[in-house]
């Protein structure tokens, strides 16, 4: 028997799981900050319910650089889901204070998310809500902002984003809502996209609701006042 016992013994299996996840997770960060992810959870996990609902198996996603996306599709993801994103590192503590506020006193809860969190938790988890998963979101997210760049973290967003049924991304949106690469994306068409983040299964680029549109003139009044974005 161990010196100390039971207790002594799962001490060091603690320790030894904490050892090789944070290892394994620091690995994974810098890999992909050179290696594009090929998939992800989330993309798996949709790709069965489809199954599972009489439809074809269907993961449309096709990577572009961070340099091959239209100015207009960034700006328009900024303005959406994360207008501090440059001067933020990685946790916008004021959106997510009024989050909370709001979400104690409604059913419909929202995100106080940055895209820095969104990518972490789109790239290295599963779906879901629980505190658990959001504790590995902000350890991700802080990996993150170590190790790439605000540029790598918008490219990687912008590529792995969920933005319809089966679709993943702007080049993939870009083409099934109009027919045209994500390098040439409007104002208007890249704010028609960004409006759909929240519930893309739910909504459509191409056949808004009055809500939507409303929010798309938003976020183009938002674009303008952001002006050109200096990554």
Same mark, same amino acid.
């Not at 946790?91 to 506020?101: G, P, R, T, V």
């Given at each position: 028997? /161990?010196?100390?016992?039971?207790?002594?013994? /799962?001490?060091? /299996?603690?320790?030894?799981?904490?050892?090789?996840?944070?290892?394994?997770?620091?690995?994974?960060?810098?890999?992909?900050?050179?290696? +594009?992810?090929?998939?992800?959870?989330?993309?798996?996990?949709?790709?069965?319910?489809?199954?599972?609902?009489?439809?074809?198996?269907?993961?449309?996603?096709?990577?572009?650089?961070?340099?091959?996306?239209?100015?207009?599709?960034? *700006?328009?993801?900024? !303005?959406?889901?994360?207008?501090?994103?440059?001067?933020?590192?990685?946790?916008?503590?004021? #959106? /997510?204070?009024?989050?909370?506020?709001?979400?104690?006193?409604?059913?419909?809860?929202?995100?106080?998310?940055?895209?820095?969190?969104?990518? !972490?938790?789109?790239?290295?988890?599963?779906?879901?809500?629980?505190?658990?998963?959001?504790?590995?979101? !902000?350890?991700?997210?802080?990996?993150?902002?170590?190790?790439?760049?605000?540029? *790598? =973290?918008?490219?990687?967003?912008?590529?792995? =984003?969920?933005?319809?049924?089966?679709?993943?991304?702007?080049?993939?949106?870009?083409?099934?809502?109009?027919?045209?690469?994500?390098?040439?994306?409007? +104002?208007?068409?890249? !704010?028609?996209? #960004?409006?759909?983040?929240?519930?893309?299964?739910?909504?459509? #680029?191409?056949?808004?609701?009055?809500?939507?549109?409303?929010?798309?003139?938003?976020?183009?009044? +938002?674009?303008?006042?952001?002006?050109?974005?200096?990554?």
């Amino acid at each position: 028997m /161990i010196k100390g016992g039971l207790p002594r013994l /799962i001490w060091r /299996i603690v320790k030894l799981v904490l050892i090789f996840f944070v290892g394994g997770s620091i690995l994974a960060v810098i890999l992909f900050r050179f290696v +594009n992810p090929p998939v992800t959870l989330l993309m798996i996990q949709r790709g069965f319910e489809r199954k599972a609902a009489g439809k074809e198996w269907k993961i449309d996603k096709r990577w572009k650089s961070f340099d091959d996306i239209a100015d207009p599709m960034k *700006r328009a993801a900024v !303005a959406a889901e994360d207008q501090t994103f440059l001067e933020n590192h990685g946790f916008d503590f004021s #959106a /997510i204070e009024k989050a909370i506020k709001k979400n104690a006193h409604s059913k419909k809860l929202i995100g106080g998310s940055t895209i820095s969190q969104q990518t !972490a938790k789109n790239v290295f988890l599963w779906p879901g809500r629980s505190l658990v998963r959001k504790g590995f979101e !902000a350890w991700f997210t802080f990996l993150m902002e170590i190790f790439w760049s605000k540029k *790598r =973290i918008m490219e990687v967003y912008l590529n792995v =984003i969920e933005i319809g049924d089966g679709i993943y991304g702007v080049e993939a949106a870009s083409q099934a809502y109009f027919n045209k690469p994500a390098s040439d994306l409007t +104002n208007h068409e890249a !704010a028609a996209i #960004a409006v759909i983040f929240p519930s893309p299964l739910k909504w459509s #680029a191409t056949h808004p609701t009055r809500y939507l549109r409303h929010r798309q003139y938003l976020i183009m009044k +938002n674009m303008r006042r952001l002006g050109p974005l200096e990554f």
